[in-house]
């Protein structure tokens, strides 16, 4: 890529974003975690995040929320953030990506 191409803003360039975002019990980033449930770039670079906290009621909501749209925000050609909590499905440890079960030393075979 040439030094004055622009990169387009895509989804996945919200969701690296985002795995600057750690969850302060887990020690580990909201995207890999499973967390993250769904990022939508639209027109005009709004931005709506879908996620989840590991129970209802989690101390750190509120937080976790604000570092996603924070970490959105920091992309290049957003200009508006939607954060919102969802909790159905609820989240589970199967959610996490391989690396996450690794770093919290967590087993396919672990019962959930």
């Not at 360039?13 to 990022?39: F, M």
């Not at 509120?62 to 925000?73: C, H, P, T």
């Not at 953030?81 to 989240?91: G, Q």
């Amino acid at each position: 890529m040439s030094a004055g191409a622009k990169l387009q803003l895509d989804d996945e360039r919200v969701k690296e974003a985002l795995r600057t975002v750690i969850d302060p019990e887990l020690g580990y980033n909201i995207v890999d975690l499973g967390l993250v449930y769904a990022v939508l770039v639209n027109d005009g670079g709004v931005v709506n995040i879908v996620m989840t906290t590991t129970t209802r009621g989690c101390p750190a909501a509120n937080y976790l929320k604000e570092g996603a749209r924070d970490a959105a925000w920091s992309v290049p050609g957003v200009e508006f953030v939607d954060v919102t909590l969802a909790y159905e499905p609820a989240w589970s440890p199967q959610r996490m990506s391989a690396a996450a079960k690794e770093h919290l030393g967590i087993s396919d075979r672990d019962e959930w």
